[in-house]
């Protein structure tokens, strides 16, 4: 095993938006880390993170995929160091209508933010457990308390890490190991560009509700405090995750579809 006092950090996704700036975060807070992204980006952000004077390996995996998941896991084995923290943060958005939305897109965002997060996870656990100790972010949404209309399978899967999160919270909660989840809104990110979804309100002008900086901030220091979960970052995306409690269904829906629609579509 390494001989190394400093922290050790895993972080997926890594290569730009939130999960860059949580590895940033990690790295400026005395951690080594392993990144992983499915892009050739990872080994670019490497070399930003290793800047800041942060011992950095990066993976390139398509967690999208079993083998991607296996790819990465022996990545970290070979390491041979505790996790100490890991941000499980990949995942990808499709935007449109149900109907009309790309069948392997959808299939494909289901493998990537469901299907890895549990494959990832279930290692992870068992691994944490048998230390005694770790902790654990999993991004989800404020769109994972909502339903989301034009986006139905990228807010359902966020419904399932939102609910999978809070669940491990409570069976882990008295081992050692703390579990987050990372509620975001919409973010300054290349996300809605990714889903094809520039000509919305949301990917136009709602994403900048949120910095992706202070969103991976706020959702480190509720890792590091044990909180179940934190809406982050804005006073915006706050108000609106605690009014979401009190809110009826077929409101948040209307509300969400109007944000999603096409501003062509629009009248």
């Known amino acids: 095993m390494e001989s190394n006092h400093r922290l050790f ?3 997926t996704g890594a290569s730009s938006g939130i999960g860059y700036e949580l590895a940033r975060v990690f790295a400026k807070n005395g951690y080594d880390l392993l990144v992983t992204s499915g892009s050739p980006g990872a080994e670019e952000a490497a070399r930003d993170f290793g ?7 990066s993976v390139q995996a398509d967690l ?25 943060n990949a995942g990808v958005g499709v ?26 996870a279930k290692y992870v656990v068992r691994d ?25 399978v990228y807010g359902a899967s966020k ?4 609910s999978f999160s809070q669940s491990l919270h409570h069976e882990l909660k008295d081992t050692g190991i703390t579990v987050t989840a990372l509620q975001p809104g919409p973010t300054d990110t290349n996300f809605f560009h990714r889903a094809g979804m520039d000509d919305t309100k949301v990917g136009s002008e709602g994403k900048y509700t ?8 706020q959702g480190y220091d ?22 979401g409690k009190f809110m009826p269904e077929s409101v948040k829906a209307k509300m969400h579809e109007k944000q999603a629609e096409p501003k062509s579509k629009q009248r």
């Open 159 to 162: 419904a399932f890490i939102l």
């Open 64 to 88: 999208a995929t079993d083998e991607g998941v296996e790819k990465l896991w022996q990545a970290i084995q070979a390491r041979r160091r505790p996790i100490d923290a890991i941000a499980i």
């Open 222 to 243: 509720a890792l590091m405090a044990g909180e179940d979960h934190v809406f982050a970052s804005s006073m915006k995306t706050k108000v609106q995750g605690e009014l």
């Open 210 to 217: 949120n910095d992706p900086a202070e969103v991976a901030q």
């Open 128 to 152: 944490m457990l048998s230390r005694g100790s770790g902790r654990i972010l999993f991004t989800s949404s404020i769109a994972g308390t909502m339903p989301t209309p034009l986006e139905a």
């Open 51 to 57: 800047s800041l004077g942060t011992n950095v390996q």
């Open 9 to 11: 950090a895993v972080v």
């Open 95 to 120: 935007g449109g209508k149900f109907a009309e939305t790309d069948l392997q897109k959808e299939l494909n965002l289901i493998q990537l933010n469901v299907t890895s997060t549990v494959h990832l």
